[in-house]
């Protein structure tokens, strides 16, 4: 399996008070640990104008600077925002990051979920489904084309004549392309394109294998040349992870925290994101020991080892985002870290 970290860039007002600029250090010096840990992946979130979840506000930027940073690691957005964003924009900057970090940029695409970004940027959230389709047809144009001339509902471009797209990416035909999805119309549109899936922390093993079956059913409509995607057929899941000497201990060293950072999904300001993509629909489904047997990977490296075993077995994913709330605080968060790197990630590949 392939082991990446899913940075949110969440500031833990305590630790990094306002206005929290010391969580971008902190969150490069977890990146940089991730690496000489060696795991696989570093995932970037993109969010905006809230304290209660993350506030990085272009993964583009941060990998940039990422990318001097770290030697081997792959870097990656998890997710930009794409109904926030200038399509051709994204293709233009996705190959410069590839070129600055020689071929370690991978781009995960979704449409968002928090009304309130989209009211700051002065973007239609109601409609962020339907540019995102149009949107996601202008990327792959932008990768596979080089020029091109659109004129629809939502993007008007022309790139024609002594004119193309650059700079060129240094991974072919392009950078590993994913789309976050929870809706089978979104699994099912990822498949057809020829995207990788990235799954949600919130949904059980049970609701994920369902979505990757759905998504498994729709790989045979892709065509060349999106099936060529470097992404195509990988399932990336994302969870949240800690791992401790004992289940005890992880448990009482994470549970507060994961249950504050769990609730924050259930706020109006993220439009029902909670229920949408998983079966958890209230607080009452937030309780640590059946979100442990069923959501949770947190434990002794015995018991996380098993319950990866057992999400991949279920769903066939060869990835895995690890993700975790600020709340534990470096120290804890880097030891877990650690922990799973030298007792749980031999377990789960091959020599």
């Not at 995207?195 to 079956?213: D, I």
């Not at 990977?297 to 985002?321: F, N, Q, Y």
Request: net charge negative; hydrophobic share 40%.
């Amino acid at each position: 399996m392939k082991f990446g970290i899913l940075f949110t860039s969440h500031p833990d007002a305590e630790r990094e008070p306002y206005p929290h600029r010391a969580v971008h250090e902190r969150v490069a010096r977890e990146v940089e640990e991730a690496d000489r840990l060696g795991f696989d992946r570093a995932w970037i979130a993109e969010h905006h104008f809230s304290n209660q979840y993350g506030i990085l506000p272009d993964p583009f930027s941060f990998c940039a600077y990422l990318a001097a940073r770290t030697e081997r690691i792959g870097l990656g957005s998890a997710v930009l925002t794409l109904p926030l964003h200038s399509p051709l924009r994204v293709v233009e900057n996705a190959a410069f990051i590839d070129i600055l970090s020689h071929g370690r940029f991978m781009l995960g695409l979704g449409s968002g979920y928090r009304p309130y970004e989209f009211d700051g940027l002065g973007a239609d959230f109601e409609a962020r489904h339907a540019i995102q389709e149009e949107a996601l047809d202008i990327v792959l144009a932008g990768f596979h084309k080089r020029q091109l001339q659109h004129q629809g509902a939502h993007f008007s471009h022309d790139i024609s004549g002594d004119h193309e797209i650059f700079p060129v990416a240094v991974q072919t035909p392009h950078p590993p392309l994913y789309l976050a999805a929870g809706s089978n119309n979104s699994i099912a549109s990822a498949a057809r394109r020829g995207l990788g899936l990235m799954l949600s922390t919130l949904p059980s093993v049970e609701t994920l294998a369902a979505q990757v079956r759905h998504y498994r059913q729709h790989m045979a409509e892709a065509v060349a040349p999106y099936d060529g995607n470097p992404a195509f057929g990988h399932v990336d899941i994302a969870r949240w992870v800690y791992v401790a000497e004992t289940d005890a201990i992880a448990k009482a060293e994470s549970e507060a925290g994961i249950i504050r950072h769990l609730r924050n999904f259930l706020a109006k300001g993220t439009a029902g994101y909670f229920g949408r993509v998983s079966e958890k629909t209230s607080e009452a489904d937030l309780v640590y020991d059946r979100l442990a047997e069923t959501t949770l990977i947190h434990g002794a490296p015995e018991t996380v080892i098993a319950r990866i075993r057992h999400l991949r077995d279920a769903t066939g994913a060869g990835s895995l985002m690890l993700h975790y709330p600020p709340y534990y605080g470096t120290e804890k968060a880097i030891a877990s870290l650690r922990l799973f790197a030298d007792q749980v990630m031999p377990a789960l590949r091959e020599p």
